[in-house]
């Protein structure tokens, strides 16, 4: 489906967590009617157990709080912190609970990786941002980067019928009726501001694409510039063949990519293509600082993107995901302007000659995970068809 754009709104981008927790901590401290609250991870550490204190404290004066994380990702919220919120009158399920660590099924991969809060249907988080402190990694990790935007405005309307309807459906699912039945505050869409937005999911079932067709119209149209930030990139064809496009006709094309990395089978996948984006003209920095997992992009100074997809098969293809496209020069301004200043004091661009200097066990190396994420794609059931055209995936059974 095509992206829905609306005008009037107010957005905040938030850099990492110094930005990002203070600002949700405080929204939620101010609810006064429901807290819907997505995320991939919930850690036991400084900041997740600030943040299940303060949806404690919600539901403890009478809001309606529904916190749903992953099965997989949040395996130990179980342990750390359901009996803690469920206590406080917190309702919180798992989207597709892990069965066992050594249990795999086709459907393992598809997760909930969408990092979204909606509060009193007026405020909205989006991004890339996990409930986990940037410091809760390997000490040359520190801090985790990465991006997500405050939202106020007409488009929380799409915002929190997207949380309900997660909500309602991971309820049904896991035989919650009883979390059915509350009321539900209506989205307040007055004017907040003048930035236009429009906010987008992936699924498996009506929008499947969405996030990848608003990325390769975005390409298509290209005039000047795109910059891309992603923490794991492995496009498919059809992504691939446009940023190839605009190459050619003489845009201007930088990708920022991990050069620290919590799956190194994925760099070292993804380092296969380096050669042919190098050989395009196509600009590859590595940020070596600490941990990026940022998913954000800026197209000609107007058009940007921050979410929770990666360009990769396991977010276009099977995560649930949600990102908020922008067209404001002002947002794409900002956003692009603090991805420029990480580049310069943290990343390394990478040069042709560099790559053929490798030796040949380092090019098997990359050619072998290269080869291992396509097999568990295709263990997952999805084809080397549905993989390179990311044009239809099965529904989700």
């Not at 991006?147 to 929380?156: D, F, I, M, S």
């Not at 007055?190 to 499947?208: K, Y």
Request: hydrophobic share 45%.
């Amino acid at each position: 489906m095509a992206a829905e754009f609306v005008p009037g709104n107010r957005l905040t981008l938030l850099n990492s967590g110094d930005d990002y927790f203070p600002a949700l901590l405080a929204a939620i401290d101010a609810a006064e009617v429901e807290i819907y609250l997505e995320s991939y991870i919930f850690a036991n550490d400084e900041v997740g157990q600030a943040v299940a204190s303060a949806l404690c404290r919600a539901a403890d004066r009478g809001v309606q709080v529904n916190v749903t994380v992953d099965g997989f990702g949040a395996r130990n919220f179980k342990f750390d912190y359901f009996s803690r919120l469920t206590a406080a009158g917190v309702r919180a399920m798992f989207y597709r609970p892990e069965i066992g660590r050594y249990h795999f099924k086709r459907h393992r991969l598809r997760r909930l990786h969408r990092k979204l809060v909606v509060i009193d249907a007026r405020t909205a988080f989006i991004g890339g941002i996990n409930i986990i402190d940037d410091n809760n990694a390997p000490f040359d990790m520190r801090p985790h980067y990465d991006y997500a935007v405050r939202v106020e405005g007409p488009v929380l309307h799409q915002v929190h019928h997207a949380a309900r309807r997660m909500w309602e459906t991971v309820s049904w699912v896991n035989f919650k009726r009883r979390f059915r039945l509350a009321p539900v505050a209506a989205p307040v869409c007055e004017l907040a501001g003048n930035q236009t937005a429009a906010f987008l999911i992936r699924d498996n079932i009506r929008h499947r694409n969405d996030i990848l067709h608003a990325y390769v119209d975005a390409i298509d149209n290209a005039k000047h510039d795109i910059l891309i930030a992603n923490a794991y990139f492995l496009p498919g064809l059809r992504f691939g063949r446009a940023l190839y496009a605009a190459a050619q006709r003489g845009v201007r094309i930088t990708v920022l990519l991990q050069g620290k990395s919590d799956h190194q089978l994925f760099r070292y996948a993804t380092q296969t293509l380096y050669a042919t984006a190098l050989a395009a003209g196509i600009r590859i920095f590595e940020y070596e600082k600490s941990f990026m997992h940022a998913k954000v992009a800026v197209i000609d100074g107007q058009w940007a993107t921050v979410g929770s997809s990666n360009i990769d098969p396991f977010s276009l293809l099977m995560a649930k995901e949600a990102n908020l496209v922008v067209r404001d020069t002002g947002f794409a301004g900002e956003l692009e302007a603090s991805l420029r200043n990480a580049m310069a004091i943290g990343a390394r661009e990478l040069l042709a000659e560099e790559l053929s200097r490798q030796p040949i066990h380092s090019r098997f190396l990359r050619w072998l995970a290269y080869g291992l994420v396509r097999a568990m794609v295709g263990i997952a059931g999805y084809s080397q068809r549905h993989w390179q055209s990311e044009e239809t995936t099965p529904e989700e059974r």
